[in-house]
């Protein structure tokens, strides 16, 4: 049993050396930096037609509801 643990102590602290959290800092701020390229482009390219579709699905309601859009 103490050999289990003692195995299982040394592949953690291994795993998890301070070295390493530098490296995992940046990898995880390049992964919010990609996000937000595409979340960018997403709007940027969609955005046109979300607000035109939007603007459909209000007038549709407003009319149905018999509320006159000015």
């Known amino acids: 049993m103490y050999a289990?643990?003692?195995a299982v102590s040394a592949f953690v602290s291994d795993r998890f050396d301070k070295k390493d959290r530098?490296?995992?800092?940046?990898?995880?701020g390049l992964l919010v930096g990609l996000i937000a390229v595409v979340i960018i482009a997403a709007?940027?390219?969609l955005g046109e037609q979300l607000n035109v579709m939007f603007t459909d699905i209000t007038g549709a309601l407003t009319?149905?509801?018999g509320v006159?859009?000015?």
């Open 4 to 6: 289990f643990l003692s």
């Open 22 to 28: 530098g490296a995992t800092a940046v990898e995880y």
């Open 43 to 45: 709007v940027i390219l």
């Open 63 to 65: 009319t149905d509801a």
């Open 68 to 70: 006159v859009v000015p």
